[in-house]
């Protein structure tokens, strides 16, 4: 073969340099490709492969050829095992043999190797039996100007990397920035990172309240005291990357917390599966993401807690001044289960009231939804309300299964104390079938509507209770006097016909005489049980005044209004103790025979009067 001149190597300079300039090249991998080309029909051998070092992985990756005199070769070699002594490639203390069919002899290629200073970062495989043609020194200076090449073209290769790669950087964070929404921010975040480095797998750390609305590769971030000592709970609770190596799996994870101003976000977590450590560049670029990630994602959450707040704030303005109208107390709890259901889309809601300090027993408030309306809801209140609510404070339950024994029907709940000095003692209670479905938030706006409606329950219940007062005699708890004028007013207007029944307890003095007025106070309450037990729902039962009660029958005939004053009169005088009698003036009225109250009572008071003067223990019709 010919010998080579200085001009065949300044040839060889010019065609590598005709490779860094040519346009059609566009990667390291494409560079490469060629390079090994040109060296081919250089040098014009049959073949020419390049492995490079790849220090990351540790390995001697096949860049340019995948075969050689038509044998499939090692795609990539351990780096730890090749070795250069005496002009000879050594893996594992043997001529190192490329070949997948070890069967073949190593002869049939040479190895030279790519230095850089005494390191080998490369090799290439070239036919061998020309190699012995070819001028020593000459074949150095070529060795020389492809390391050279090499080299310079991974220098440029690398700047144009990194480019790209702050490039995607930049364009990453200004789209994190662009977004008021937290899952946008996390969803730009994967795919900025899956663009710039496909090879690693990538997870977002993140508290169980964070709900996305979209597919996210998101893991549970547990930071409880048994976790402490693991690199991402270090990384959330310390706000700093940390590294976490599995030798046996041949695996490394990066840890790298998405950090605000104000606090930690969640963690992001980079699994590399074939390396057991991440290059500094490589560590400085996630460094740098999640930093802007954290940002981002802080700005996102607080434009959504402003936003949530002026909507929670209007909710309770509008809750609020609903409960301070004059709604009854039952309309104002099933207003309020309505909007506690629509807020949190709550499965149940019920509000319970309870009659003592010692909670030992307790009302279910009408407008608490279905759950709570059946018995086997008393069992779950008394056991919440005695497992959870000893210190009187609001409990949040993101898996209450966890903390119950036995059958639980729900997994999620909320339970907030209702109490209000003297005037209401109760408890609101918010359940959802699957667990962690309340965010914090949630549990935060639930205690500032349950102690809203708190005081405007408690103002219901003190007015039904005046009102109570106002209308109801305070001896016998039938209606007062007043109350059953307006009502009866009122049935005049409305009802076809009605009757008025006045009774009077006979010989009432001699009860008094005899056994007291203690005694007589009871009678005229065993008399005044004994007539609203028999008219129960069909009137209107009112203390008259002293001795005397009054009925008001409404859309009944006289007949029916009869039998139910004998049987009045029958009962007192079978049940009372010390037995007494009544005597009755019955008066009626129909379209024909028009009265107004003051008719009515006079009639039905002259036919009292008439039945006291004929014998009393009677009725009489006015």
């Not at 050594?90 to 030279?112: A, G, L, M, R």
């Not at 920035?177 to 921010?185: C, L, T």
């Not at 005229?524 to 729902?537: P, Y």
């Amino acid at each position: 073969m010919q010998l080579y001149s200085k001009e065949t190597i300044q040839h060889l300079q010019a065609r590598v340099f005709e490779l860094f300039t040519t346009e059609s090249t566009h990667t390291f991998e494409k560079f490469i490709d060629l390079l090994s080309i040109e060296i081919q029909q250089f040098l014009q051998i049959d073949g020419c492969v390049i492995y490079l070092l790849n220090e990351w992985e540790e390995v001697f990756q096949l860049r340019a050829g995948d075969s050689y005199e038509g044998l499939t070769l090692h795609d990539h070699v351990s780096a730890t095992d090749i070795s250069w002594e005496e002009s000879t490639l050594w893996y594992k203390n043997e001529p190192f043999n490329p070949y997948k069919k070890t069967s073949i002899p190593y002869v049939k290629s040479s190895s030279i190797p790519l230095m850089d200073k005494e390191k080998i970062y490369g090799f290439l495989l070239l036919s061998q039996q020309v190699l012995g043609e070819f001028d020593h020194h000459l074949l150095n200076s070529i060795i020389e100007e492809v390391s050279k090449a090499i080299h310079k073209i991974r220098v440029l290769y690398s700047a144009f990397e990194e480019k790209r790669k702050y490039e995607s950087l930049y364009k990453g964070t200004s789209l994190f920035h662009s977004s008021n929404k937290s899952d946008e921010v996390l969803e730009k975040v994967i795919e900025t990172l899956r663009n710039v480095y496909p090879q690693f797998n990538y997870y977002l750390l993140l508290s169980q309240d964070y709900a996305p609305s979209s597919e996210l590769p998101i893991k549970n971030l547990s930071y409880e005291k048994d976790n402490a000592s693991q690199a991402s709970t270090q990384a959330y609770l310390l706000g700093e990357m940390q590294m976490e190596y599995q030798t046996q799996e041949g695996q490394s994870i990066l840890y790298a917390p998405l950090k605000g101003k104000q606090g930690v976000y969640g963690v992001l977590q980079v699994v590399s599966d074939h390396a057991l450590y991440f290059p500094e560049t490589y560590v400085e670029f996630f460094d740098l993401l999640s930093q802007d990630a954290g940002k981002a994602l802080e700005n996102a959450q607080l434009y959504q807690q402003s936003r949530r707040l002026n909507s929670d704030l209007q909710l309770i303005n509008s809750t609020s001044k609903h409960l301070n109208s004059t709604m009854r107390l039952t309309e104002k709890i099933t207003y309020m289960a309505d909007r506690i259901d629509q807020s949190f889309q709550a499965d149940e809601v019920g509000f319970i009231i309870f009659e003592d300090d010692t909670h030992s027993d307790f009302t279910i408030s009408e407008g608490s939804s279905a759950f709570f309306n059946i018995k086997d809801s008393r069992t779950f209140i008394e056991r919440i309300d005695r497992t959870f609510m000893r210190e009187e404070e609001a409990v949040f339950i993101g898996d209450l299964s966890s903390k119950w024994e036995g059958h639980c029907p729900f997994r999620s709940l909320m339970a907030v104390p209702m109490k209000d000095q003297e005037y209401l003692d109760g408890l609101a209670i918010v359940v959802h079938r699957d667990p962690y479905y309340f965010s914090f938030e949630s549990f935060k706006l639930l205690q500032s509507l349950v102690h809203h409606s708190t005081l405007a329950f408690a103002n219901s219940m003190l007015h039904e209770e005046l009102e109570r007062t106002i209308i109801t005699d305070y001896l016998t708890k039938l209606h007062s006097r007043n109350y059953l004028d307006q009502q009866v007013e009122e049935h005049l207007k409305q009802d076809e016909n009605g009757h008025f029944l006045l009774f009077d307890i006979d010989n009432f003095k001699r009860v008094n005489d005899t056994h007291g007025h203690q005694v007589g106070d009871a009678v005229i309450c065993q008399v005044a049980d004994i007539i609203q037990t028999i008219i129960a729902n069909q009137g209107l039962a009112a203390r008259w005044g002293g001795e005397e009660l009054a009925v008001y029958l409404p859309s009944m005939s006289f007949e029916e209004a009869h039998a139910l004053a004998e049987l009045v009169r029958n009962s007192v005088s079978e049940q009372s103790c010390p037995p007494v009698t009544v005597s009755c003036g019955l008066a009626s009225w129909d379209s024909v025979h028009l009265l107004d109250v003051k008719q009515m009572v006079k009639q039905a008071d002259q036919a009292l009067y008439v039945a006291k003067e004929f014998g009393k223990n009677r009725i009489v019709k006015a």
